[in-house]
T-cell receptor, first 114, second 115 residues
Framework: NAGVMQNPRHLVRRRGQEARLRCSPM?????VYWYRQLPEEGLKFMVY????????ESGMPKERFSAEFPKEGPSILRIQQVVRGDSAAYFC????????????FGPGTRLTVT | GNSVTQMEGPVTLSEEAFLTINCTYT??????LFWYVQYPGEGLQLLLK?????DKGSNKGFEATYRKETTSFHLEKGSVQVSDSAVYFC??????????????FGKGTHLIIQP
């Protein structure tokens, strides 16, 4: 059973460009979570999604950030018009159907904005 | 709101030393508690968990006991190895409604084990 997959692992964008981060949950998992880890900080919850639904986006910045988890395909975290402060590691986690509180993390995408 | 506070690092120990990493939490209800470990360049791996008061989570020689009276979940290991060098995160989850919530993490403790 493959683990949580994230791609790309490293992403470099210039200021003002768009960043798209992808997450494929573990097989059988329908709950996806996105977290951001700033340097020397712990992970901060951003958004929680189920298939085709955003359940909790209380940790998402109000502007430029969006997330989706379509019926088919991976979950996407999209950052428009990136700024240097968006440079961070973005982790995706998934949990199985039924709302287990045990989350399985992907390897992360390290975004660098130049 | 919920919060997790853990001891700041780096923590540097010699191989075979005893390890304690302190973690305390604030939550409105009865959370589940976790320790995650992050090796360089990798994502987080669940190390152990406890879901109710007085539960003890254990894995790979690490242990932590859910202490409701002191709101703590300290991580311990009797004899550390160089391979235990990593960043350790304490976290909590407090369910609302029917599904799982996002985890609340501490800032992480960088552990360095010297041979």
């Amino acid at each position: 059973n493959a683990g949580v997959m994230q791609n790309p692992r490293h992403l470099v964008r210039r200021r003002g460009q768009e960043a798209r981060l992808r997450c494929s949950p573990m097989k059988g998992h329908s709950h996806v979570y996105w977290y951001r880890q700033l340097p020397e900080e712990g992970l901060k919850f951003m958004v929680y999604l189920q298939k085709e639904n955003i359940i909790d986006e209380s940790g998402m910045p109000k502007e430029r950030f969006s997330a989706e988890f379509p019926k088919e395909g991976p979950s996407i975290l999209r950052i428009q018009q990136v700024v240097r402060g968006d440079s961070a590691a973005y982790f995706c986690a998934s949990s199985p159907i039924g709302g287990s509180d045990e989350q399985y993390f992907g390897p992360g995408t390290r975004l660098t904005v130049t | 709101g919920n919060s997790v506070t853990q001891m700041e690092g780096p923590v540097t120990l010699s191989e075979e030393a005893f390890l304690t990493i302190n973690c305390t939490y604030t939550a409105t209800g009865y959370p589940s508690l976790f320790w995650y470990v992050q090796y360089p360049g990798e994502g987080l791996q669940l190390l152990l968990k406890a879901t109710k008061a007085d539960d003890k989570g254990s894995n790979k020689g690490f242990e932590a006991t859910y202490r409701k009276e002191t709101t703590s979940f300290h991580l311990e290991k009797g004899s550390v190895q160089v391979s235990d060098s990593a960043v350790y995160f304490c976290a909590l989850s407090e369910k609302s409604g029917g599904g799982a919530d996002g985890l609340t993490f501490g800032k992480g403790t960088h552990l360095i084990i010297q041979p």
